[in-house]
């Protein structure tokens, strides 16, 4: 996770709880955007979380 996180977004978290805090605070960003993300698996993702809310 930590790799894949620094892979993605440059950031180098302390631990695997930083990594999945980060990664969860990028996603809230995210929903939080009218624009959609650029690649395809990030829209997916925001999308299924949308469906999932109440």
Avoid: W
């Amino acid at each position: 996770m930590l790799l894949a996180v620094y892979m993605r977004f440059e950031h180098q978290a302390a631990n695997h709880d930083g990594a999945d805090a980060y990664v969860l605070a990028r996603i809230a960003d995210a929903l939080s955007r009218p624009e959609p993300p650029e690649l395809k698996f990030q829209q997916e993702v925001l999308a299924s979380i949308r469906a999932a809310s109440p």
